[in-house]
């Protein structure tokens, strides 16, 4: 079975053991017993995502396993981390178990995508330090329209190049790898919502400070159904794709942009 450290979801480690134990006749009904759970059948509902792991439940399957020490720590933010009503709690659970893997010396998982996705200026600099070669920090803060310090510049760089998502092939001067930038389905949407939200935020910026001559910003309030909306979505993610496309074919790019494609319901259903 993979160390604890590589794992984000405690769901997916508990079927992990019981996948490995399974093999010397352990059952959900065992594994259920030797917790203290009246329920043979309560663990394979948590496992399954049916079901929450409490707080009175954490430390009597954590026995049952056997983790002790800073395993059990681990443990204990995962679940934390799984169980988060909101992102706040969410992202401290997830910097905690960041923390415990690096103190163990363990391969910490996504660490570095998270990174990337949880603030704008990462994609920003990744874009732009590669168009201003020999620049430095304050050099690039200024030639980005939102606030952004040179200190936070020069953090970002550092993170895009311990990562590999930006290699520094002379003093102050970048290129781009050609890392593609994945990560699991635990810790990244988390991320990327932060994102989202910053970008939303430097687009209402925009819509006071950028000339209307070098923006498009517009919206359409619509009714829908529910087979319309599929096809939508559809047509928002091609058009996404043909975009990206075209980007990819700019062979003299000299200005770093931003699109958002927002959809999203303004009612329930009726």
Same mark, same amino acid.
């Given at each position: 079975m993979k160390p604890i450290t590589d794992y984000q979801d405690y769901r997916r480690y508990m079927r992990d053991f019981y996948e490995e134990k399974k093999k010397s006749g352990f059952t959900w009904r065992e594994f259920s017993k030797v917790a203290g759970f009246a329920s043979p059948s309560y663990l394979k509902l948590v496992s399954e995502g049916k079901s929450s792991?409490?707080?009175?439940?954490?430390?009597?399957?954590a026995n049952a396993m056997g983790l002790t020490g800073y395993e059990l720590t681990y443990f204990e933010k995962m679940v934390e981390f799984g169980n988060a009503k909101n992102d706040t709690k969410k992202k401290a659970a997830f910097a905690e178990l960041t923390r415990i893997a690096k103190e163990q010396k363990a391969r910490?998982?996504?660490?570095?995508?998270?990174?990337?996705?949880?603030?704008a200026i990462n994609s920003?600099?990744?874009?732009?330090?590669?168009?201003?070669?020999?620049?430095?920090?304050?050099?690039?803060?200024?030639r980005i329209k939102h606030?952004?310090?040179?200190?936070?510049?020069?953090?970002?760089?550092? #993170?895009?190049?311990? %990562? +590999?998502?930006?290699?520094e092939t002379g003093e102050n001067v970048y290129r781009q790898t050609h890392k593609a930038i994945?990560?699991?389905?635990e810790a990244i949407p988390l991320a990327l919502r932060s994102m989202n939200r910053? #970008?939303?935020?430097? %687009? +209402?910026?925009?819509?006071?400070t950028v000339d209307v001559r070098e923006r498009n910003i517009s919206g359409v309030t619509m009714g829908v159904d529910a087979w319309t909306l599929a096809r939508i979505n559809d047509e928002v993610n091609k058009c996404r794709r043909r975009i990206i496309a075209l980007a990819?074919?700019?062979r003299k790019i000299d200005r770093v942009y931003r699109l958002n494609l927002q959809l999203f319901p303004l009612t329930d259903n009726v």
């Open positions: 792991l409490s707080r009175v439940g954490l430390p009597r399957v910490v998982i996504d660490s570095d995508t998270f990174a990337y996705y949880d603030s920003i600099v990744r874009e732009l330090a590669p168009l201003m070669p020999g620049a430095l920090p304050n050099e690039i803060a200024k606030i952004y310090t040179a200190q936070q510049v020069r953090d970002s760089l550092a #993170m895009l190049t311990r %990562a +590999k998502f930006l290699e994945t990560g699991s389905t910053e #970008m939303t935020d430097l %687009a +209402k910026e925009a819509i006071d990819n074919s700019s």
